[in-house]
């Protein structure tokens, strides 16, 4: 057999199109070979993935490619777009010359073609508000963005107990301020006999990292009506994925609110998605670009979260996949748990670089057709070496691939399109409308007025003690009442989340792992 058969050979895998998504054409010396089309089976895309390599040499592109097939292999994907340059993929792409001539190279006939999409704003900006209330945050996250240590953290846990024994709602930041004024004044005692000891300074501090959270625009993000994760599950009139686009490029200078957003989103789809196990294809992919962002400034703690929720949620069918320029942005544990590696051409400027190329090289396997250390910093744009599982879930041969074009248009879209897909949006009317029902911050707010009233009157009346203690108790069972029956679908829930970053050794009681 020739090299080139051999080759082939090695690469073709049987799938179709109903099983495997195609990227590209394997390159052999230098070109690409028509026979040997590279294909990753959908069932192996819950092993998660990485696509790495250099500023422009294509990762993003590469990453539209892969989401776009899923969906059309009817798979929603969500998309972490950082830069703005994702939205591309709403909107049908346009054939030019080099993408002619890519994909005469390849022999796949280029096919415009958009993908119906939602665009999503944690921040407030266009698109549809994907919000989280304080509650369901939890006290371990939001100790954890807040950056406070363990004494504070150990407060903010307290506070979030008495606010469900309570049945006082948490659901903006609002509320949660309101609730630490209480603490601090009038419900001060109230709380000491029940929880022990409280530091006004610690509770001081928090308030003033709440604040700081705040001029963040995380008010934003925090609040009703909070985002059902199944609504990331839909698929289009022709049963095609749909892909939700969540906008991110005012949070790219906070990194600590980006990677607590992810683990959070992470956490809440591994709570309320169904154990699934090994099946066909996945539920939903989701792609972070710019990934180092949620590594770079993540502690130790942080990223043994992300290792174990990345480890679990396969079983719930959901495939995760980071974009970033070096694989080593990416913890060790999450890389070794990686089924599809794409590795763009990276760039030998620094004795650094040199070094990371070559560990980059040897953590592929042995290759009879390249020298890998080679060919990382020589492949082109919309090149990229790549392995892969098979349906067995047994690594490839590493194949070099001249990857297509993607069917939708690259890069972003104009303001006016934009308008256009959030206006049509289904989920417009349930998200987007401001709702501030009945909380923890109307309710102390109600109880002030109450107790100022009280005491014009028993000025007047001159009825002092008895009517003392009266309100603070009606106060708090009106808050009862008002929100048990609301708040228990939410509780069932949130005790899921929280149970199972308890799990993950971070909840509830066990304070310690986070700082
Ligand atoms: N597969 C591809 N097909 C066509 N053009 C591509 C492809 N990959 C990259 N390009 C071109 O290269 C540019 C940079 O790619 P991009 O994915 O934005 O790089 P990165 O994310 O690595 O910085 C794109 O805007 C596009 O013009
Ligand atoms: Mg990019």
Redesign the pocket.
Known sequence: MSLQDNFTQSIITGYNSSNAITLGAGILNGSPIKEAQVKIPLKTLNRHGLIA?A????????MQ?IAESICSAGIPVLLMDLKG?LSGISKTGALNA??EE?HNLIGIPYAAKGTTSELMSISGGSGIKLRATVSEFGPVLFSKILELNETQSGLVAMLFKYADDKGLLLLDLKDFKALIKFASEDGKSDLQKEYGNISTASLGTILRKVVELESQGAEQFFGEKSFEVNDLLRTNENGEGIASIIRLTDIQDKPKLFSTFMLSLLAEIYSTFPEVGDIEKPKLCVFIDEAHLIFNEASKALLDQIESIIKLIRSKGVGVFFITQNPYDVPESVLAQLGLKVQ?ALRAFTEKDRKAIKKTAENYPISEFYKTDELLTSLG??QALISALNEKGIPTPLAAVH????SSR??VISQDELNEIVSKSKLLDKYNQVVDRESAYEIFNKRLEEKANKSEEDVETETPKTSKSKPEKSIIEKATENTMVRQVGRTIFKELTRGLLGALGVGGKKKKGWF
């Open positions: 390599g500023t422009g040499t294509g990762k993003t592109v590469t490619i340059d080099k993408i890519r763009h744009i919309g990857l297509k074009a993607p690259i890069g």
